[in-house]
T-cell receptor, first 114, second 113 residues
Framework: GGIITQTPKFLIGQEGQKLTLKCQQN?????MYWYRQDSGKGLRLIYY???????QKGDLSEGYDASREKKSSFSLTVTSAQKNEMAVFLC?????????????FGAGTRLSVL | GDSVTQTKGPVTLSEGTSLTVNCSYE??????LFWYVQYPGEGPQLLFK?????EKGSNRGFEATYDKGTTSFHLQKASVQESDSAVYYC????????????FGEGTKLTVSS
């Protein structure tokens, strides 16, 4: 088995601040994802990376940057935090990048912007 | 484009009663269909998946049949327990070579004893 570790668990930021969320996986999976979870809106894909050195935009990429530093890690940056924004950011991985494969999720980073 | 529509929650049930969470999908492809479950404070985890039409998936007493004719994948359980309280997501994975999944909005289930 493996685990996905997201840091930090809770993140409080100021309006306009650049904020970075980190994700590590020890499954040795090729593909990693960042999703945003808002109450009543399900999960929306921000960025994903099929393999190391790959980066693909999801449906919600505006306002975010991502970086796949190595196979096991995938970071997400909120480029300018929006006032009163509250959401959970979920990192996931799968063995390789086709949609039939199972996603394994971390527990999430909870963002609040003052 | 592809989409998934599921029962709008929250759903509140008593222990021992039956559960149905409706899920309908739209796609031009031949998708794999999933149910994921998310317990409080955790990320979603796979409940089960069904890659082929007219087949059934099941796990932990939950089941769903991939019905291509009605484009549905309804989640059912005959007798729910308090530990089933969670958010349930119906998910569509297309077979076009994409790594992207389409999540429904989620259905929050609360089971009281």
């Amino acid at each position: 088995g493996g685990i996905i570790t997201q840091t930090p668990k809770f993140l409080i930021g100021q309006e306009g601040q650049k904020l970075t969320l980190k994700c590590q996986q020890n499954f040795n999976h090729d593909t990693m994802y960042w999703y945003r979870q808002d109450s009543g809106k399900g999960l929306r894909l921000i960025y994903y990376s099929i393999t190391e050195n790959d980066l693909q935009k999801g449906d919600l990429s505006e306002g975010y940057d991502a970086s796949r530093e190595k196979k096991s890690s995938f970071s997400l940056t909120v480029t300018s935090a929006q006032k009163n924004e509250m959401a959970v950011f979920l990192c996931a991985s799968s063995i390789w990048g086709i949609s039939q494969n199972t996603l394994y999720f971390g527990a999430g980073t909870r963002l609040s912007v003052l | 484009g592809d989409s998934v529509t599921q029962t709008k929650g929250p759903v509140t049930l008593s222990e021992g009663t039956s559960l149905t969470v409706n899920c309908s999908y739209e796609t031009k492809q031949y998708p794999t269909l999933f149910w994921y479950v998310q317990y409080p404070g955790e990320g979603p985890q796979l409940l089960f998946k069904v890659p082929k039409a007219n087949e059934k998936g099941s796990n932990r007493g939950f089941e769903a049949t991939y019905d291509k004719g009605t484009t549905s994948f309804h989640l059912q359980k005959a007798s729910v327990q308090e530990s089933d309280s969670a958010v349930y997501y119906c998910v569509l994975g297309d077979q076009g070579g994409s790594a992207k999944l389409i999540f429904g909005e989620g259905t929050k289930l609360t089971v009281s004893s």
